[in-house]
Structures are given as structure tokens and as C-alpha cells.
């Protein structure tokens, strides 16, 4: 099978790993669900649902911790990781400024509704008028974040096979060391049978090389 070809912006990245990315796709993925969880329950706690306001509240801590996750750079995500992210977080598209706007708007109008203040119902009008535009927003997000993801897998695949492809040829021509090995050791008589071992065991290890390419092969083709 040919390789994909590698775009020069592709042969700058560095590969992030399945785990991260599922992990970026999962945390993007709660900060939709929870944007809408919260302005459902805000809606049912101004109309008087007991425990709403609780299960809003606790959905904003959820979509605030995952926000924060996705932009601060840790041991375990990479943050902000490219152009595309940067660009829909903080350049024309402005996420960053209206996922955190929205957050806000979301405190308080659960500490509106849940104070009685008059300024509750105009405030959770708009919240529940911002839910759709920051929505379209999110989506973008994690559609980039899916993107991404495919193109360091199809990356990674690449790497590997170059990687496969040298140590194939590094065990092709071990193989030929060893059988000329074999040649001057049945040549030496008595004294080549030291080397004739040798050359069995060198002829042994290129045949778990070669399993071992096939194998890492058939993965990346996969």
C-alpha cells in the first residue's frame, strides 16, 4: 500500500496519541452537552422546579472545567494545539470570549433565579437566546478538534510505516550477513562451527524482525 502523502503543514506536527484525542473530543463533547443542560434547568428553575438551579449550577461547573481543560496546556492535553484552534478560540470567530461571556451570563442568572431578583427573567432571555449562536460555535470546535484528530492518525500511520520500511531493510541485509556467514563457517571446517552458531541465531533474530514488520504493517494499514 502507498502512503498518504504528507502536506509540508503535516510534516511540522507532532503526533498526539489516539488516548489524547479522545479525550479532547470527549471534553469538547460535554461542553455542548452541559451548555444545553444548564439553560434547560435555569429555564425549569425559574418556574419553580425544585433542584433545578442545583443540577444547572452543577452543569456550569462542568462546562467551566471543561473549557479549561481544553485551552490550559497540561501534562495531559496539549491546550491549544494549532493554527485551527487558535484561530476559532481567540481570532475572528472569538470562542474563547463567548464561551467565557456565556459562562458568566449563565452565574448570573442562576443567582438571579435562584434570589427571586426581578432581573431573573430578562436574563435568562438572554441566556436562552445566546444558547443557539454558541452552539454553532462549539460544534465548529469540535468538529476541528475530529479533524485533527484523523490527520495526526493518518500522520502517525505514515511515520510507521517509513519506521517499518528501515527496519525491513536493515533486517534484509542482515539476513545476507548471515548467509554469507553460514558460506565462511561451512568453508572453516572445525574452527567455523563457533561461527555457524552465530550465524544461526543472527538468521533467527531477521525472521522475528520480519514477523514483527509484518505485524506493525498490517496495523498502520489498518
Do not use: W
Amino acid at each position: 500500500m502507498e502512503p498518504d502523502l504528507i502536506t509540508p503543514e503535516e510534516a511540522d506536527i507532532v503526533p498526539l496519541s489516539g488516548e489524547v484525542f479522545g479525550a479532547l473530543i470527549n471534553l469538547s463533547g460535554r461542553r455542548r452537552f452541559t451548555s444545553q443542560r444548564l439553560v434547560l434547568y435555569a429555564v425549569l428553575g425559574a418556574r419553580g422546579d425544585a433542584g433545578a438551579v442545583a443540577i444547572a449550577r452543577e452543569a456550569l461547573g462542568l462546562f467551566r472545567g471543561a473549557h479549561a481543560a481544553l485551552l490550559k496546556r497540561s501534562a495531559d492535553l496539549p491546550g491549544v494545539f494549532c493554527p485551527e484552534l487558535e484561530e476559532v478560540y481567540f481570532g475572528h470567530a472569538g470562542g474563547d470570549a463567548r464561551i467565557v461571556a456565556f459562562s458568566e451570563l449563565a452565574g448570573r442568572t442562576l443567582n438571579a433565579v435562584e434570589d427571586g431578583l426581578k432581573s431573573a427573567p430578562a436574563l435568562l432571555e438572554e441566556l436562552v437566546g445566546q444558547t443557539t449562536p454558541l452552539l454553532a460555535v462549539l460544534n465548529q470546535i469540535t468538529a476541528i478538534y475530529e479533524e485533527q484528530s484523523k490527520k495526526h492518525a493518518r500522520l502517525m500511520r505514515n511515520q510507521l510505516r517509513g519506521i517499518m520500511t528501515d527496519i525491513e531493510t536493515i533486517a534484509r541485509e542482515a539476513k545476507m550477513v548471515a548467509f554469507n556467514a553460514r558460506i565462511v563457517a561451512a568453508r572453516s571446517g572445525q574452527a567455523g562451527r563457533e561461527f555457524s552458531v552465530v550465524a544461526g541465531v543472527l538468521s533467527s533474530i531477521t525472521g522475528e524482525i520480519d514477523a514483527l514488520v509484518k505485524a506493525a504493517l498490517d496495523g498502520a494499514a489498518a
